[in-house]
């Protein structure tokens, strides 16, 4: 217990060290740092809750490899700085939806476009396999230009969005971050890449070109560094990134992506707590049911999966990528 608690206190004066020298050597955002506690503060915190992070962080030592210890800080209606579509609002219900991009977003858009336009949305909900990404249905240009999209940045105007008294029900699905990003890797680096070069800096489906300098990519993003950026790469983005979680992570509930009943039990909650019609929910519950079902087998994540776990230099470096995640969200690797 003893030492435990030394350690926490090391890694929270580390961090904070760390974020002050960044503040220093940058000379930006004293205010924001002041106003609000900025992204680093919220680190801090978080570290201290876990235990479990503070043991990883001592068996991760290489010092040549940096911990991505804060967000470039986009606010929640910059959210198209990092992809399309990342929120819905639906007003009726009060339902506000941000999405992270790999934890069945597609699936989320299709049922929330749903309950918003039946008509509308019927086709996709009914008839499209919804994983393949929503661009050119109606529901994609909604939520990416259109009446979604100008309904949720109608409502994100109003500066208390987040504030307990609008009444609003916050929520996002999280999902570990190593299986995170082998599903990223799989499907944009080993199913896409080899169609174009520019995409996971050429690396195509090799681990150990693409690791490394994802983590650059990301380090430099995260410290407002100028990068170029690629189609798709938001895909990679610490999940910390997104919904403006370094300032209003309290007000988000989360739920825990799985491929079991459990997950797709709490969706449907979260929609009867909402006060959807019950015979909508009913539908929504019987196709989530099927959906998961049919996801059957995930060999070539696995493949992926078994070599970054039996190369400790991969391990470390998505570890020290995806660290506000595992801290922040309480996964271990
Ligand atoms: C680094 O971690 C390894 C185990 O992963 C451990 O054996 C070693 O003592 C650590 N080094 C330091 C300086 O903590
Ligand atoms: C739904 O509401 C109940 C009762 O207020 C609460 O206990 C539960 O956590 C809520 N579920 C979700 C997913 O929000």
């Not at 760390?18 to 205010?31: K, Q």
């Amino acid at each position: 217990m003893g030492t435990q608690h030394k350690n926490v206190s090391f890694v929270a004066i580390f961090t904070a060290l760390a974020c002050i020298a960044v503040y220093i050597l940058t000379f930006t955002e004293f205010d924001a740092l002041i106003e609000d506690g900025g992204s680093c503060s919220n680190t801090n915190r978080n570290i201290r809750r876990s235990p479990a992070v503070v043991e990883d962080m001592k068996r991760f030592n290489n010092t040549a490899i940096r911990t991505i210890l804060r967000t470039p800080g986009f606010r929640w209606f910059d959210d198209a700085l990092i992809s399309p579509q990342n929120n819905i609002y639906l007003e009726k219900y009060k339902l506000h939806y941000c999405k992270i991009d790999k934890n069945m977003g597609s699936t989320m858009q299709a049922i929330l476009c749903f309950i918003d336009d039946q008509r509308l949305h019927a086709d996709l909900f009914f008839n499209q396999p919804w994983n393949a990404g929503l661009d050119g249905t109606p529901c994609g240009i909604s939520t990416a230009s259109d009446t979604l999209r100008q309904r949720f940045l109608k409502a994100a105007e109003y500066y208390r969005f987040f504030d307990e008294d609008a009444g609003i029900y916050h929520f996002s699905i999280i999902r570990n971050p190593l299986s995170r990003f082998i599903s990223a890797f799989v499907d944009i680096c080993v199913n896409r890449a080899p169609f174009d070069g520019q995409i996971c800096f050429g690396c195509g489906s090799n681990l150990g070109c693409f690791v490394p300098q994802l983590h650059d990519f990301l380090y430099k993003q995260s410290e407002h560094l100028p990068i170029q950026r690629w189609s798709l790469d938001w895909h990679f983005f610490p999940q910390s990134w997104y919904c403006d979680y370094d300032r209003h992570i309290d007000k988000y509930h989360f739920i825990r992506y799985g491929r079991n009943e459990q997950f797709w039990r709490q969706i449907v909650q979260v929609f009867r707590n909402s006060s959807v019609e019950p015979h909508l929910v009913s539908v929504i519950e019987e196709k989530l049911k099927t959906k998961t079902a049919a996801h059957a087998t995930f060999t070539k994540s696995d493949d992926y999966e078994k070599i970054v776990r039996d190369s400790p230099i991969l391990l470390e470096y998505l570890y020290k990528i995806y660290f506000l995640d595992f801290s922040w969200f309480g996964y271990r690797i």
